[in-house]
């Protein structure tokens, strides 16, 4: 029998000289192929191999929330868009603007006044706000609620009717149908064709008016007339209308009250029917922008 700790050393014993000689007689066949050809054979084994693929695992609640949250708000978008959206149309000095509605009805608004309605107005509902003196022709149909920064406000249905809102001024004249007129802290008080309401303080005093009585306000055609009002009020109108700027020199115009009227064809003729009967005198500034006015007394 071998010893196998004698086959052990045998093998430990060859000579490196036999090992070669050995490995040296091993015959290898001759390849065929060139360096180009052995390249491209390793590119293309390299690129051909799939590489391994991750797998990602959504959580399908996560998904759902997440699509729902998108969906919430851009319907919350949409809606804010339809709400809040507003159309403003303003009318400067000297100018009259006529303004007609998406559902038929017609705002005529006066010099120096601005109104604002929805841009979806049939689909969130017949709301507008003003600031100025606007005549409103309003078309048959749900409620047309016209209010201003005060929070006063106008509620019709189909009827005629002019509307003040300037600072603490404000004034609604009925010229057909009925209207609902509403001022913070004081109770709702409803106009017939001829009467008109006024806001003092908290409170609506109601009149009829001789100047109310025809079927719209005489400012639509040009005349402005004017039944014991401080005659401030007068120059503040003729300022509107004719884009000047009234000065009063040597008096209060606060303190004296005026009865007449005056028309919007000739800005000299205005001044002469305003300031004749209050014993009053005026002259143009260089340019003519500016009218300065003094007392005769």
């Not at 040296?24 to 360096?35: A, C, I, N, W």
């Not at 149309?89 to 007609?100: E, N, Q, Y």
């Not at 008016?209 to 005349?223: M, N, V």
């Not at 007068?234 to 005026?258: C, M, S, Y």
């Amino acid at each position: 029998m071998n010893n196998p700790k004698n086959h052990i050393k045998q093998v430990n014993d060859t000579e490196p000289d036999e090992l070669m000689a050995s490995l040296g007689e091993l015959q290898v066949p001759p390849s065929t192929r060139s360096k180009e050809d052995a390249w491209n054979i390793i590119m293309k084994s390299i690129a051909t191999t799939e590489q391994p693929k991750e797998t990602i695992r959504l959580n399908n609640r996560r998904v759902w929330l997440a699509a729902a949250a998108i969906a919430a708000l851009m319907v919350i978008s949409c809606w804010s868009y339809l709400w809040f959206s507003r159309v403003e149309v303003s009318s400067p000095r000297g100018v009259v603007t006529d303004v007609i509605l998406p559902d038929g009805s017609t705002a005529k608004l006066n010099a120096d006044s601005w109104l604002r309605y929805p841009r979806f107005y049939n689909l969130v509902g017949r709301r507008l706000k003003i600031e100025g003196e606007v005549f409103f022709t309003v078309t048959h149909g749900s409620s047309f609620v016209v209010h201003d920064d005060a929070k006063r406000t106008v509620e019709v249905v189909g009827t005629e009717f002019n509307m003040v809102s300037r600072g603490s001024t404000f004034k609604v004249a009925c010229f057909s149908g009925k209207v609902m007129v509403s001022n913070p802290g004081s109770e709702r008080v409803q106009l017939v064709k001829g009467e008109m309401a006024v806001a003092t303080g908290k409170t609506l005093k109601v009149s009829k008016d001789e100047l109310h009585a025809a079927s719209a306000p005489g400012w639509t055609s040009g005349e402005f007339k004017f039944i014991g009002v401080p005659l401030s009020e007068v120059l503040t109108e003729l300022e509107r209308q004719f884009n000047i700027k009234v000065t009063a020199l040597d008096f209060n115009p606060d303190g004296r009250t005026f009865t007449g009227y005056f028309t919007k064809s000739s800005l000299v003729q205005a001044l002469e029917l305003v300031t004749q009967p209050m014993s009053l005198r005026y002259e143009f500034s260089a340019d003519s922008t500016v009218v300065k006015i003094y007392s005769n007394e």
